[in-house]
């Protein structure tokens, strides 16, 4: 690729520009120096950018992507973000809001990015502090059999010798209120179908609550998810205002399914429930940043982003180690190869994403003020699987650049831009105004062992990883190197 392919003058004026700065022969996309940037930055004002120039612009970064892809999918960078992963988690193991696991965590990514080169910070913050304890539940009526249970967060703990309580098992919250009378003393146990993640969530959050309303003193709920071997899943719960506040924890999609069926029979199923779940006082925590620095705008930031947290069992490796990782390997790749983007490039790894955002809230609260400065914001937070798509919320005047944009993606067949960029984290940005975008894999396993004992590295692949890092990098790389940011772009 030429530097003419990539910028809005004319081609007189470009061939002047490198006879006075000696650069018909430099990289194509190094740093410029300062006359060449003076007279590029006047020329950019001069002129409003039209979409219809975009194709053109974009197409110029061909020759950068595929490089950018060859390095991480063919090259020197192969597996890497794999191996950085499974370092990292079997190092470290889970790490949930406020631990001792996510300080060091924290401490890992730190001193791992800092000796990658990249110029790293930590931005503090204060995070919930939940602390499981012990726990156990058992079915002692009409049998005995232990049931596997994971307490839900932010829940509180049962009495000392526990709760011994008959069972009443639903499968909604319309059901539930039309036998409000038969729950009074009883453990709600919810046996909701898995509809959706984003539909059936609600019992897991809301349940605790909804039976309390009745009169019921603890609460089981079926896992959120369409596939189990016995395994219970946890998550975060929310207590309404001005509810008793009772005992929550997930059981498994098969102890669920039984105790419904033993109460269709007219069975009575009595449960014992010990729960030590305790909420301390917020910790100090941080939220980790990185940064390539950009060398026209320095101030406009291009923002990727995974979260460092994880819930209290198995390994938090696809949820959200991938998507750090991948995070971190985009700004790798790009170093790699000597790019450097007019904007500047900014991987945060959040803390205490699972509480409900709590650190990206925080940052967000701390630099909205230069909210007109981001260029784009984008979350990995679904997983590292086989990438499918780019999910993409803005305007349609930036949405008709990206479209571009993605088209540099065919090496790995990944040139579709869907709706609706997700994530938790990048939300309050969205919600403001500033583009957003994540990544859609192949996640139709996703749920099966989300918040679980099953998140770990052997849920990963390494070639899909490889394949994340290549889209992750080169749709950063290229936004935050294009001659505007993406609100600048005009219709024809």
């Known amino acids: 690729m030429t530097w003419e392919g990539r910028l809005p003058f004319p081609g007189s004026l470009f061939m ?49 992507a595929k490089q950018i892809i060859d390095l991480a999918v063919f090259g020197a960078a192969q597996n890497r973000s794999y191996r950085r992963l499974a370092d990292f988690t079997d190092t470290i193991g889970n790490r949930v809001s406020g631990s001792h696991n996510l300080e060091m965590a924290i401490k890992y990514m730190y ?12 931005e503090p913050v204060k995070i919930p502090h939940w602390v499981r304890g012990e726990e156990s539940a058992e079915m002692i009526v009409p049998r005995v059999k232990n049931l596997a249970i994971l307490g839900l967060g932010s829940s509180v703990g049962t009495p000392p010798e526990g709760i011994k309580a ?35 969530v609600a019992y897991r959050a809301y349940g605790a609550s909804e039976a309390a309303k009745v009169g019921a003193v603890a609460t089981l709920i079926r896992s959120v998810t369409p596939f189990s071997i016995n395994s219970p899943h946890t998550g975060w719960q929310d207590y309404q205002d001005g509810v008793r506040r009772i005992p929550t924890a997930c059981i498994t999609v098969e102890d669920a399914e039984l105790m419904w069926r033993l109460g269709q029979r007219g069975q009575k199923i009595v449960v014992r429930l010990t729960m030590g779940a305790k909420t301390l006082p917020d910790a100090d925590s941080f939220n ?20 460092l947290d994880s819930w209290d069992v198995g390994q938090g490796a696809m949820d959200d180690g991938g998507g750090a990782m991948i995070s971190w390997e985009a700004l790798s790749l790009i170093k790699n190869l000597g790019l450097r983007p007019r904007r500047t490039l900014r991987t945060v790894l959040w803390t205490a994403e699972e509480q409900g955002g709590v650190g990206a809230q925080q940052y967000y609260n701390l630099h909205k003020v230069n909210l007109s ?10 997983g590292t699987f086989t990438p499918q798509a780019l999910q993409f919320t803005g305007s349609d005047v930036a949405r008709q650049v990206m479209e571009e944009v993605v088209k ?24 403001a105004g500033v583009p957003g975008a994540s990544l859609h894999v192949a996640d139709s396993r996703y749920f099966w062992f989300h918040h679980s004992e099953g998140d770990t590295m052997a849920v990963q692949d ?31």
Not at 464 to 473: E, G, Q, Y
């Open 16 to 64: 002047f520009l490198c006879m006075l700065s000696s650069l018909c022969d430099s990289h194509p996309h190094s740093a410029w120096p300062l006359s060449s940037r003076a007279v590029a930055g006047a020329a950019s004002n001069d002129t409003a950018r039209k979409v219809a120039d975009i194709a053109a612009e974009v197409a110029g970064y061909a020759d950068v």
């Open 408 to 431: 540099l993606l065919a090496p790995i067949n990944t040139t579709k831009l869907e709706t609706h960029g997700e994530g938790t984290d990048i939300s309050p940005w969205m919600q």
């Open 111 to 122: 001193n791992a990015m800092t000796q990658d080169g990249l110029d790293v910070h930590l």
């Open 288 to 307: 980790t940043v990185a940064e390539i620095t950009g060398w026209q705008h320095p101030e406009q930031v291009v923002l990727l982003s995974g979260h």
């Open 166 to 200: 008959e069972v009443l098992v639903v499968q909604s919250f319309v059901e539930l209120k039309q036998r409000a009378s038969d729950a009074i003393g009883k453990i709600v146990v919810f046996n909701q179908p898995f509809v959706s993640y984003s539909e059936t």
């Open 373 to 382: 400065n981001f260029d784009l914001v984008m979350e990995s937070d679904l």
């Open 462 to 492: 390494p070639r899909d990883m490889n394949l994340c890092s290549a889209l992750w990098a080169v749709v950063a790389y290229v936004v935050a190197d294009l001659q505007d940011m993406l609100h600048s772009y005009i219709c024809d």
